[in-house]
């Protein structure tokens, strides 16, 4: 078994035995980590809301992603991630919600942000956590990297 597969194991392990749910926004990765998480059966019971805002209109339209902070920071930003994270979480009232934004390439970076350049965000109730990667590799690999470091992310959390 993969260490991305044991860390999918282990949250859906956890997640059951809470009775915690999850809602899953995602940009660069296109709906990887939600294919990861309902992977396993019985995980109806805690995945609850996936949304693929690929663009900045899905965003801010479906999401309620500030234009403001779209305009201002780019869509690739901690502020976009968390505010991506806290949307979905209250559009699929759930316990937590996790989110994906970044460039996995090979084109759409630039020098402030490379191609890789990556913001995951994980949202309850009281608090939204965020961290930002820099991944290299394919596009595969970095959409590989981003959704395994945003599941390490929610496992810390839940």
């Given at each position: 078994?993969?260490?991305?597969?044991?860390?999918?194991?282990?949250?859906?392990?956890?997640?059951?035995?809470?009775?915690?749910?999850?809602?899953?926004?995602?940009?660069?990765?296109?709906?990887?980590?939600?294919?990861?998480?309902?992977?396993?059966?019985?995980?109806?019971?805690?995945?609850?809301?996936?949304?693929?805002?690929?663009?900045?209109?899905?965003?801010?339209s479906v999401l309620k992603v500030s234009a403001k902070i779209i305009r201002e920071?780019?869509?690739?930003?901690?502020?976009?991630?968390?505010?991506?994270?806290?949307?979905?979480?209250?559009?699929?009232?759930?316990?937590?919600?996790?989110?994906?934004?970044?460039?996995?390439?090979?084109?759409?970076?630039?020098?402030?942000?490379?191609?890789?350049?990556?913001?995951?965000?994980?949202?309850?109730?009281?608090?939204?956590?965020?961290?930002?990667?820099?991944?290299?590799?394919?596009?595969?690999?970095?959409?590989?990297?981003s959704s395994q470091k945003a599941l390490e992310l929610l496992k810390t959390?839940?």
């Amino acid at each position: 078994m993969s260490v991305m597969n044991r860390s999918v194991a282990k949250i859906h392990q956890i997640l059951l035995k809470k009775k915690k749910t999850i809602a899953v926004a995602e940009s660069c990765t296109g709906g990887l980590v939600s294919k990861l998480l309902t992977d396993l059966p019985k995980s109806s019971k805690y995945f609850l809301l996936g949304v693929i805002s690929y663009s900045n209109s899905a965003k801010t339209s479906v999401l309620k992603v500030s234009a403001k902070i779209i305009r201002e920071r780019g869509a690739v930003s901690a502020q976009v991630a968390a505010e991506m994270a806290e949307s979905v979480r209250r559009l699929g009232k759930t316990d937590f919600g996790i989110s994906i934004t970044g460039i996995a390439g090979p084109g759409g970076g630039s020098k402030d942000k490379p191609v890789g350049t990556v913001f995951c965000a994980v949202a309850d109730k009281s608090k939204t956590v965020i961290e930002e990667f820099n991944f290299s590799g394919s596009r595969g690999s970095i959409r590989r990297q981003s959704s395994q470091k945003a599941l390490e992310l929610l496992k810390t959390l839940i």
